[in-house]
């Protein structure tokens, strides 16, 4: 309990940190009550077409007359998603493969360290287009593809950490008592070494919200959900003298990335005070 005070005290000691949380409230608050933030439909046409912003519409309209305020809003449920899911299947792969890898080492370790550097060599983003675009343009396709190309990461990162914990007292007591392999990297290995896995992932979800993004402006985002990329993309025709349309869900994008960057920050000084110290000297 004095362990979880300490790092509570240490995050929010951490103004990025703090910042980021409050971005985070703030646009997990908009995704859950979206239906009672907006003051339209996502979808519902008006007849006031490229109205610039004003108390009836505060981010203005678009080129079908729909509430660029309203489609933000809702559009932060599609990028939170993405965010989330993409991120935790990304952890959930790394960890698991970076612990099988650091702990039985010799053939097993080798065979998928090459694996990794395989993945780290790709050019992520084109591969993620490929896949898009030959199995279609559907949002769980795209959560699966990110999960599924950002791994490696995590893995790396999971493998340092289990090549420390084997070596420690209390993994020697386990095996010395004859607790199961699988016993002990359910039970001491992971619990002990998929913190900084975490503090990674917050970066993750920011990176998967801006590759969403990236598809959707791209054409290859799903149709049939409100994206900011895809705003930005319907909008960049009237950009000249309609700039509202890409701007308003351009800076939400970006505050959202920028957000979990700082929880990211905030995680890793939390979980490793001494690299604050080293930071400040």
Known sequence: MNAFRGFVKRYFSNKYGSAGLFIFFAMVFCALFAGWISPYRAGQMTREILASPSSTHLFGTDHLGRDVFSRVIYGTRTSLLVGFVAAGLSALIGIFVGTVSGYYGGIVDEVISKVIDSFLMIPIFFLILIIVAIFGRNLFYIMLVIGLTTWPSNARIMRAQTLSIKERAFVKIARANGESTIRIIFSRIIPNGMYPVIANSALQIGGAILT????????????????????????????????WIIVFPGIF???????????????????????SEVNNE
């Open 253 to 275: 994008t970006i505050l959202t990335v920028i957000g979990f960057s700082f929880i990211g920050d905030g995680l890793q000084r939390a979980l490793y005070p001494a690299l």
């Open 212 to 243: 969403e993004a990236a598809l959707s402006f791209l054409g290859l985002g799903d149709p049939n959900v409100i994206s900011w990329g895809k705003m930005i993309s319907e909008g960049k025709s009237y950009m000249t003298f309609a700039w």
